[in-house]
């Protein structure tokens, strides 16, 4: 991989972001497991690797140590690392005093308890202090954790996820929990190591699709660079991650959750693990630098001209610091991909302001826990400003943002897109999983002289409401001007069914107040010390109401939004409407 700098970005070949003129099909992807084939094949290589060479070391043969230390490629939050040192843990707004902790009954939020099981916050502690201050700290808390959890394997200290994230901290800050002189406890933190990567041996191709999976993949490869006698495991590990990563990303480098936050853990993750080679002397292997290769451009394409993440899929508006952070890390240098057309995701360019939007299906029910109905939403920022952005933060919940404000965080109103008939575009069952609505969506996208042209529709509405939704986007080459239009169309082989009274919604950032024209189809959007941007729509009705978006750390905060309601009759309906930047 080639190492990050402060000079000018290179792109690899690898990076295609021309625009391809012309209709495309994007349908939602078949849900499907390992077939029986995959199976056979993940059977048979589990059998291959357990060779006497893999009994020998398990009855201790060879001596349980760590090999070396690898450098962490990310940089922890000093504030969350501080207040370890101060008596608490503090994730997403929540305290836990060290004082009061029971790692065998955490009285937590889901979130906060993989912070604590993955261990995490030693990168945040090892960020807040040196070696001396900070290891009299970590190594009473994994005392604890063995105490409560090394010899029973329990949800969610033993989970997939959690396990391999764990392998990849204990060893990147193994100085923090192996400075004891107490060579029982030593011992301990060694044993667990080497019965977590036996546990993710067993679980890892049983385990859901997703990042998890993923990182439970990473954990077996690096336990196996980690320890002496690896071989075999190192050979059955790589065989497994590159099955995982061939499923776990789409052909232009984006997750199949479509999360931007999944996409940074996946970065992360491997990132890490090629530290772990770096420390071996051990190339990376080149299907590992391919996916990072890819997978780069595209996380990239979801960021603002300030370089902060948009709020798609659950995740909130990650801070630009961290995102160049993982970036960073992964050693890719790049410039963000224009058009994932298979992630989902399409990204308009003038001058300083990027509009975002969101042109496929939501995920597969399967690969997603947080995914939302945002088929056709965007976001318009102008420099450090979003001037439209999505809620976001559904897969942030904490102090702040509790299960069912999550719930409504993943629906359709929360995003600025047409909703009718205050129906999911996608529908959101009870369970939280994904149910039925979008299954393709259409979309044209060319570059001309007058700009860059997105056309999109889905399908989400047919069947309940007889409508197809069709959406135009048009930023001119400046940037100065988003045009915009909404079609409710008579969807195709669909009985007609009456008047249907729908909402165009545009959320406003976080540091916008508006303030309708005397015509009432107006608005001034004004942002203190920034740009002034104006809002105009061709009929319906406009009003200012209250929103919310979430930032990075999983905080809402109060926002306004611009709301458009009209009635589509059976034959259809047309809004067309502009964002100008006026001063």
Same mark, same amino acid.
């Given at each position: 991989?080639?190492?990050?700098?402060?000079?000018? &970005?290179?792109?690899?070949?690898?990076?295609?972001?021309?625009?391809?003129?012309? *209709?495309?099909?994007?349908?939602?992807?078949?849900?499907?497991?390992?077939?029986?084939?995959?199976?056979?094949?993940?059977?048979?290589?589990?059998?291959?690797?357990?060779? !006497?060479?893999?009994?020998?070391?398990?009855?201790?043969?060879?001596?349980?140590?760590?090999?070396?230390?690898?450098?962490?490629?990310?940089?922890?939050?000093?504030?969350?690392?501080?207040?370890?040192?101060?008596?608490?843990?503090?994730?997403?707004?929540?305290?836990?005093?060290?004082?009061?902790? &029971?790692?065998?009954?955490?009285?937590?939020?889901?979130?906060?308890?993989?912070? +604590?099981?993955?261990?995490? /916050?030693?990168?945040?502690?090892?960020?807040?202090?040196?070696?001396?201050?900070?290891?009299? #700290?970590?190594?009473?808390?994994?005392?604890?954790?063995?105490?409560?959890?090394?010899?029973?394997? $329990?949800?969610?200290?033993?989970?997939?996820?959690?396990?391999?994230?764990?392998? %990849?901290?204990?060893?990147?800050?193994? !100085?923090?929990?192996?400075?004891?002189?107490?060579?029982?406890?030593?011992?301990?933190?060694?044993?667990? +190591?080497?019965?977590?990567?036996?546990?993710?041996?067993?679980?890892?191709?049983?385990?859901?699709?997703?990042?998890?999976?993923?990182?439970? /993949?990473?954990?077996?490869?690096?336990?196996?660079?980690?320890?002496?006698?690896?071989?075999?495991?190192?050979?059955?590990?790589?065989?497994?991650?590159?099955?995982?990563?061939?499923?776990?990303?789409?052909?232009?480098?984006?997750?199949?959750?479509? $999360?931007?936050?999944?996409?940074?853990?996946?970065?992360?993750?491997? $990132?890490?693990?090629?530290?772990?080679?770096?420390?071996?002397?051990?190339?990376?292997?080149?299907?590992?630098?391919?996916?990072?290769?890819?997978?780069?451009?595209?996380?990239?394409?979801?960021?603002?001209?300030?370089?902060?993440?948009?709020?798609?899929?659950?995740?909130?508006?990650?801070?630009?610091?961290? #995102?160049?952070?993982?970036?960073?890390?992964?050693?890719?240098?790049?410039?963000? +991909?224009?058009?994932?057309?298979?992630?989902?995701?399409?990204?308009?360019?003038?001058?300083?302001?990027?509009?975002?939007?969101?042109?496929?299906?939501?995920?597969?029910?399967?690969?997603?826990?947080?995914?939302?109905?945002?088929?056709?939403?965007?976001?318009?920022?102008?420099?450090?400003?979003?001037?439209?952005?999505?809620?976001?933060?559904?897969?942030?919940?904490?102090?702040?943002?509790?299960?069912?404000?999550?719930?409504?965080?993943?629906?359709?109103?929360?995003?600025?897109? %047409?909703?009718?008939?205050?129906?999911?575009?996608?529908?959101?069952?009870?369970?939280?999983?994904?149910?039925?609505?979008?299954? @393709?969506?259409?979309?044209?996208?060319? @570059?001309?002289?007058?700009?860059?042209?997105? =056309?999109?529709?889905?399908?989400?509405?047919?069947?309940?409401?007889?409508?197809?939704?069709?959406?135009?986007?048009?930023?001119?080459?400046?940037?100065?001007?988003?045009?915009? =239009?909404?079609?409710?169309?008579?969807?195709?082989?669909?009985?007609? *069914?009456?008047?249907?009274?729908?909402?165009?919604?545009?959320?406003?950032?976080?540091?916008?107040?508006?303030? %309708?024209?005397?015509?009432?189809?107006?608005?001034?959007?004004?942002?203190?010390?920034?740009?002034?941007?104006?809002?105009?729509?061709?009929?319906?009705? +406009?009003?200012?109401?209250?929103?919310?978006?979430?930032?990075?750390?999983?905080?809402?905060?109060?926002?306004?939004?611009?709301?458009?309601?009209?009635?589509?009759?059976?034959?259809?309906?047309? #809004?067309?409407?502009?964002?100008?930047?006026?001063?």
């Amino acid at each position: 991989m080639t190492g990050a700098t402060d000079e000018p &970005d290179d792109t690899p070949a690898t990076l295609d972001d021309t625009i391809e003129p012309g *209709k495309r099909l994007i349908r939602l992807p078949a849900d499907k497991g390992l077939s029986l084939g995959d199976r056979i094949a993940n059977h048979i290589t589990r059998l291959t690797w357990r060779t !006497p060479l893999h009994a020998f070391r398990l009855k201790g043969r060879f001596p349980l140590k760590l090999l070396g230390v690898p450098e962490d490629p990310v940089p922890g939050d000093a504030r969350a690392g501080t207040a370890i040192r101060a008596g608490h843990f503090l994730h997403r707004g929540l305290k836990q005093p060290l004082a009061e902790l &029971d790692f065998a009954a955490l009285a937590v939020a889901p979130a906060f308890a993989d912070y +604590l099981h993955s261990f995490a /916050w030693l990168r945040d502690l090892a960020a807040a202090g040196t070696r001396a201050e900070t290891a009299p #700290i970590a190594e009473p808390l994994v005392r604890q954790w063995l105490a409560a959890h090394g010899e029973t394997v $329990s949800e969610p200290a033993w989970s997939a996820e959690n396990s391999g994230w764990r392998i %990849l901290f204990w060893a990147s800050h193994a !100085p923090l929990i192996l400075s004891s002189s107490d060579l029982i406890y030593r011992s301990a933190v060694l044993n667990h +190591l080497a019965r977590t990567a036996r546990h993710l041996d067993r679980i890892a191709d049983k385990t859901r699709p997703g990042v998890g999976q993923l990182v439970a /993949w990473v954990g077996i490869v690096a336990a196996s660079l980690l320890m002496p006698g690896g071989e075999p495991r190192q050979i059955f590990g790589e065989a497994g991650l590159r099955k995982v990563l061939e499923t776990s990303f789409y052909a232009d480098g984006g997750t199949i959750s479509r $999360s931007p936050q999944a996409q940074q853990d996946a970065i992360m993750a491997l $990132s890490m693990l090629a530290r772990i080679y770096d420390m071996r002397r051990i190339a990376v292997p080149p299907f590992v630098q391919e996916v990072l290769a890819r997978a780069v451009p595209a996380l990239l394409g979801l960021t603002h001209s300030d370089g902060g993440m948009g709020s798609w899929q659950g995740s909130g508006a990650t801070p630009a610091a961290q #995102i160049q952070a993982i970036v960073q890390a992964s050693g890719v240098r790049t410039r963000p +991909l224009k058009q994932a057309r298979d992630w989902g995701y399409q990204r308009l360019v003038g001058n300083k302001v990027v509009v975002l939007a969101d042109a496929a299906p939501p995920p597969i029910a399967r690969v997603t826990e947080a995914g939302c109905a945002s088929t056709l939403a965007f976001e318009l920022s102008d420099g450090d400003e979003r001037i439209v952005v999505n809620c976001g933060g559904a897969a942030l919940t904490g102090a702040t943002i509790p299960a069912d404000l999550a719930r409504g965080l993943r629906t359709t109103a929360a995003h600025s897109t %047409l909703i009718v008939a205050d129906s999911n575009s996608t529908a959101i069952l009870a369970n939280g999983s994904l149910g039925k609505g979008v299954t @393709e969506v259409e979309l044209d996208r060319r @570059e001309t002289t007058q700009g860059s042209r997105l =056309e999109m529709s889905h399908d989400g509405y047919a069947r309940r409401h007889g409508l197809i939704h069709r959406r135009l986007l048009i930023l001119s080459p400046n940037g100065r001007e988003l045009r915009g =239009e909404d079609m409710l169309l008579p969807a195709p082989r669909t009985r007609r *069914k009456g008047d249907k009274g729908f909402a165009l919604r545009f959320h406003l950032g976080p540091h916008i107040s508006a303030s %309708l024209t005397a015509d009432g189809l107006g608005g001034l959007l004004r942002i203190a010390g920034g740009p002034l941007w104006q809002f105009r729509t061709s009929e319906g009705r +406009l009003a200012v109401e209250e929103s919310l978006w979430v930032d990075g750390e999983g905080r809402p905060h109060p926002t306004e939004q611009l709301v458009v309601t009209s009635i589509a009759p059976a034959g259809g309906a047309s #809004i067309g409407w502009i964002f100008k930047h006026i001063g």
